[in-house]
Structure formats: C-alpha cells, structure tokens
C-alpha cells in the first residue's frame, strides 16, 4: 500500500548525501564548507524522522479507536 517506505538507515543516508552536496557546492558560490552544518543537518533528519514516526503512529491509533 505504500508508494515510498523509508526506513532509518535510508533517511539519514538521504539527508547526509543532501547535506553534502549541499555544502560541497558552496565554495562554487563563495561561501565556506563548513562540517558542523552537516552534522546539524543529519540530527534535524533524525529529529523529523522520529517526529513522523510518533505523528503517523498517533494518526494510526486515532483511527483504531
């Protein structure tokens, strides 16, 4: 039933590849690399992750009962 299920490993690995890319191009534009805004992104993505988790297991058990 469901188009795209994600587990943990493949949303950080998703959000660390973004992240990177990400600050990988910004010297292109004159900006710096700068390592602490990747580790800040991949927690955000744990953080969203399990907030989804929690939000669709809330939605679920509503439905239940």
Known sequence: NRKFAFNFSKVIAIGFAASLLIELLQPLIGRVFDVDDIIMN??????????????????RLRKLG
């Open 42 to 59: 991949v927690a955000g993505t744990i953080l969203g992750y399990f907030l989804y988790k929690c939000f669709s297991m809330t939605k």
